[in-house]
T-cell receptor
Framework: DVKVTQSSRYLVKRTGEKVFLECVQDMDHENMFWYRQDPGLGLRLIYFSYDVKMKEKGDIPEGYSVSREKKERFSLILESASTNQTSMYLC?????????????FGPGTRLLVL | AQKVTQAQTEISVVEKEDVTLDCVYE???????LFWYKQPPSGELVFLIRRNSFDEQNEISGRYSWNFQKSTSSFNFTITASQVVDSAVYFCALSEAVTGNQFYFGTGTSLTVIP
């Protein structure tokens, strides 16, 4: 079974703090994704990575950056957290960067920015 | 424009009733995949099914069934004899060959099964 883990289930941060969300997958997947989920908006893609040190912007990259130094780990960074970044963050991975590949998700991190 | 539309925001049914969750998609690509995911209260999206654009056969898995109709661009999901454990948010998603591995998700349908 594919296992995608995220470093925290719940996180509370203050405005202006730098926030790191970590995601690890154990199935040697090439592709990794970061989404945010908000009520009424579904899942929106922030960034994805199809290889180590490679990254591509998704639909809403503003205010975020990512890092992929190792194949199994994909980090999402909020350089200066703001209240409008309060959300559920979901990490996913898929085997190869092809359209037919299923994405497998982690349990999510609920971030509250005060 | 929304590529995947789940018009039903919330649905409530009484246990043992059948329920159908609608999914309508929009694409100009002839080669694409459709997916359904379940998100229980714990938060993790669980993969349910994947269907490619060349396979319009209906799929049945236990109490779950899926009806794919290209003529109406729909990929609907039916739960037969619903149970409380089916309570979750369900997402439909589309991926297209032309755009590679990006998924387009609908906004989800929240299903509550009342005991």
């Amino acid at each position: 079974d594919v296992k995608v883990t995220q470093s925290s289930r719940y996180l509370v941060k203050r405005t202006g703090e730098k926030v790191f969300l970590e995601c690890v997958q154990d199935m040697d997947h090439e592709n990794m994704f970061w989404y945010r989920q908000d009520p009424g908006l579904g899942l929106r893609l922030i960034y994805f990575s199809y290889d180590v040190k490679m990254k591509e912007k998704g639909d809403i990259p503003e205010g975020y950056s990512v890092s992929r130094e190792k194949k199994e780990r994909f980090s999402l960074i909020l350089e200066s957290a703001s209240t409008n970044q309060t959300s559920m963050y979901l990490c996913a991975s898929s085997l190869v960067p092809q359209y037919q590949e299923t994405q497998y998700f982690g349990p999510g991190t609920r971030l509250l920015v005060l | 424009a929304q590529k995947v539309t789940q018009a039903q925001t919330e649905i409530s049914v009484v246990e043992k009733e059948d329920v159908t969750l609608d999914c309508v998609y929009e694409t100009r690509d002839t080669t694409y995949y459709l997916f359904w995911y379940k998100q229980p209260p714990s938060g993790e999206l669980v993969f349910l099914i994947r269907r490619n654009s060349f396979d319009e056969q209906n799929e049945i898995s236990g109490r779950y069934s899926w009806n794919f109709q290209k003529s109406t661009s729909s990929f609907n999901f039916t739960i037969t004899a619903s149970q409380v454990v089916d309570s979750a948010v369900y997402f439909c998603a589309l991926s297209e060959a032309v755009t590679g591995n990006q998924f387009y998700f609908g906004t989800g349908t929240s299903l509550t099964v009342i005991p």
